[in-house]
């Protein structure tokens, strides 16, 4: 008999299982046989499989048949290997960095906060205990599915070479009074997906309904990871579980809590999570015992990227466009800016434009070289985040929220625009002229508000097309792209809908 199966997508193929999805199931010499020729077929073309889990089925048939789920991955080469974006968000000392040190080092925690400290960047981050500024972290997953991870004094470079699949943790932060960096990780490193995380003790606190709404309102895909579970007595936890399927049940949300407690739990959440925006997994995970840690690593190592190989195809085939969120200067390499290349492929030695200047010019440069995740690369494609080296460019030239595009590109820049809006709340009304900090991708600066058209003012929850002017410097943005606007306690998000633009040249001032 011939093997029955389907591909899920992500790697993931079941063996018993009809093209329309008919739960047949495979006798036991059937199962060998199939796994068997899986293998072969993967050998010649470099993979490895793992079983993920294997099942019995009912079928009209007296001797016992199972449906077998398996991992199929690619050992790497030449650095394609799979590479997802997940933005840590939460409240205050709710444990991201932490849960992120314990999954990137291999160690647990004391409980006094010993795995967080290689996180941080600043010395006042260490001696307060709290991220004010967005940090990476990466943990590697091989082709048979074990983690790579910073155990074993492995480098960065060690990692990237071993990983068949890479999670590039955005660590961002907690705090209220840092939120507007928090906003800019969101919005300008183009997260795949959020893990928002939150304290059993404390349950939905402080800025985790925030965090919450951002996610929703840029629609990024988000899962719960519950911490510190070994603080709390099991009551205690039931109820901040609760809490958290209530508030996701609840009309705002429309999502479908998925609480992960078995390995198989985890199998099925990211299948599910990958196909369905609306199930929402939770997780109940301790940094200190180690507790359910191993099914959030199966989870991650199961998620499928967002984009099929077609849409990447596609992004590919247009012009390099590379948005810039950090700009170093490196002694013996020069000026070094770090980013998401959004567009196109970028490769070692090319010639580029970047911009808009003050004046709304685009000035030339060259890609001297390129790293991601901290090793040497040759070409960077779209969707992939890495630094480009820029030789002796004056770094006083950059600044964030400028583009490294193509000179063939001829890039719309604006200092005023149009967008769709919806304002999520204001205290009274909001009215022309009044003052905001703006977010679209990886630009952030204070506009203002000039026209509403249709109306006088704006009050929570209206819809309305409105007009921006910046007020520092003109913006390169394109129609269509997701905006959100903050000022104190006043919110908006909305789209993009038309620029005025500006014409520009490129060259030097």
Partial sequence: MAAAGRSWGGGIYQIGVEDNGLLVGLSE??????????????????????????????????????????????????????????????????????????????????????????LFRHLHEI??????????????????????????????EQICESASKMITFIDLAGHHKYLKTTIFGLTSYCPDFAMLVVSANTGIAGTTREHLGLAMALKVPFFLVVSKVDLCAPPTVDRTLRQLERTLKQPGCNKVPFMVRTEDDAVTAAQQFAQSPNI????????????????????????????????????????????????????????????????????????????????????????????????????????????????????????????????????????????????????TSCRRGVQVTVHVGNVRQTAILEHIHGKDELRTGEKAVVRFRFIKHPEYLKPGTKLLFREGVTKGIGHVCSLQAITTESGHL
């Fill in 29 to 118: 010499e059937e199962m060998k046989a199939s796994l068997h020729t899986l293998h072969r077929m993967a050998e010649k073309v470099g993979a490895d499989i793992t079983v993920l889990r294997e099942r019995e089925v009912d079928y009209d048939n007296d001797s016992p048949r199972k449906i077998t789920e398996v991992l199929i991955r690619k050992v790497p080469d030449n650095q394609q290997f799979l590479d997802l974006r997940v933005a840590v968000l939460g409240n205050v000392d709710s444990g991201k960095s932490t849960l992120l040190g314990v999954l990137t080092q291999g160690e647990l925690d004391n409980g006094r906060g010993r795995a967080r400290l290689n």
């Fill in 127 to 156: 001696q307060s205990g709290r991220t004010s500024s967005i940090s990476f972290e990466i943990l590697g997953f091989n082709s048979k599915g074990e983690v790579v991870n910073y155990s074993e004094s492995r480098t960065a």
């Fill in 280 to 427: 929402t997994p939770i997780f109940a995970i301790s940094s200190v015992t180690g507790e359910s840690l191993d099914l959030l690593k199966v989870f991650l190592n199961i998620l499928p990227p967002l984009t099929n190989c077609r849409e990447q195809e596609e992004l590919m085939q247009q012009l390099p466009e590379f948005q810039v969120d950090e700009i170093y200067t490196v002694p013996e390499v020069g000026t070094v800016v770090g980013g998401t290349l959004y567009s196109g492929v970028c490769k070692e030695g090319e010639r580029l434009v970047v911009g808009p200047t003050d004046s709304g010019s685009f000035l030339p440069l060259k890609v001297c070289s390129i790293q991601r995740n901290r090793s040497a690369c040759r070409v960077l494609r779209a969707g992939q985040a890495a630094t480009l080296a820029l030789g002796a460019f004056d770094r006083s030239l950059l600044r964030k929220g400028m583009v490294l595009v193509s000179p063939e590109m001829m890039p719309t820049v604006c200092w005023v625009f149009e967008a769709e809006i919806v304002l999520l709340f204001h205290a």
